[in-house]
């Protein structure tokens, strides 16, 4: 009994840690060491999303930045089925020392997703 009953809380603990979109967000333009204020960066962002079905569209995808300020973005692209994927250019906006991010949220009754990217300014 007491097999049965961790193999559940197991179980629920994953079930309970999974997210509906696969979201990964990479630098598209040249990788840099590091990076100062005023440097632009090309980001790709790739959303999949796990369920076939996901009552919000690609539009819905929310972006908050820290540090950094979204200049420009392509539309999305469904390069396959629940696959889709855009490029942001980015400058970075945050003092020497500190961190720049980028969240990217989707939020919707099957659990959503999140990414968020990070980069050190020096």
């Known amino acids: ?7 559940m809380m197991i179980a629920f603990i994953f079930i309970g840690t999974a997210n509906a979109c696969d979201i990964k967000v ?3 333009s040249e990788k840099k060491e590091s990076y100062k204020p005023g440097d632009e960066i090309t980001l790709l962002v790739n ?3 796990t369920h ?3 009552p919000e569209g690609i539009e819905a995808t ?15 692209v469904e390069e396959s089925k629940g ?7 980015v400058k970075v906006t945050g003092a020497v020392g500190e961190k720049a991010k980028l969240q990217v949220l ?3 009754n099957k659990e959503g ?4 990217f990070k980069i050190s300014i020096n």
Do not use: D, P
């Open 1 to 7: 009994m007491k097999y049965i009953t961790i193999l």
């Open 26 to 28: 990479s630098i598209y």
């Open 47 to 49: 959303v999949h999303l």
């Open 52 to 54: 076939r079905r996901c």
């Open 62 to 76: 929310q972006f908050k930045e820290s540090g950094l300020k979204i200049l420009a973005g392509t539309k999305w």
């Open 83 to 89: 696959n889709f994927s855009m490029k942001l250019k």
């Open 106 to 108: 989707r939020e919707c």
């Open 113 to 116: 997703g999140e990414a968020v």
